[in-house]
């Protein structure tokens, strides 16, 4: 016995809008913290030296490209599937790096922080399973959907 799940070839309106949707909101939270990035990198290298990192104004720099090339993906729907991955995988760093349980003790609303990062995970988990929809997207670097 098994379970086939059919897929229909043509995405309702609501489902258009909703994957619309959500690639605007996770470009507009990659757009918001590059932002903050580019208005005081310094800061930011100071946030990333504070934590422990070497050469933090590299990282920050680093940082700030990387979301760049976020934005630019869940905008356009290119190279989606992978960007949603090393998104999912760079919100999980950030997560236990700036915000990991040694963080706890000294304020607790760091947990929340935290725990946050997992939504946003399991978001882009699903996104890049799912793919970038079929409109306004460019196919360069995702699977075609049938």
Known sequence: MSLEIAQSPVQSPWQTAAILIGRLIFAA????????KF??????????????FPLPLFLAWCAALL?????????????FTPAALVAAV???????????????????AEFGFFVDHFTFLAGLLFAAVHGPGRMLTLKLGSASRP
């Not at 939270?29 to 903050?36: G, S």
């Not at 208005?39 to 422990?52: E, K, P």
Request: proline share 2%.
């Open 29 to 36: 939270v990659f757009l918001m913290a590059v932002t903050f």
């Open 39 to 52: 208005i005081d990198m310094g800061g930011t290298a100071g946030y990333i030296a504070a934590a422990g």
């Open 67 to 79: 979301e760049v090339l976020l934005v630019l993906c869940f905008l356009t729907g290119a190279f």
């Open 90 to 108: 760079y919100v999980i760093f950030l997560g236990f790096a700036f915000h990991g349980p040694s963080h706890w003790a000294g304020n607790q």
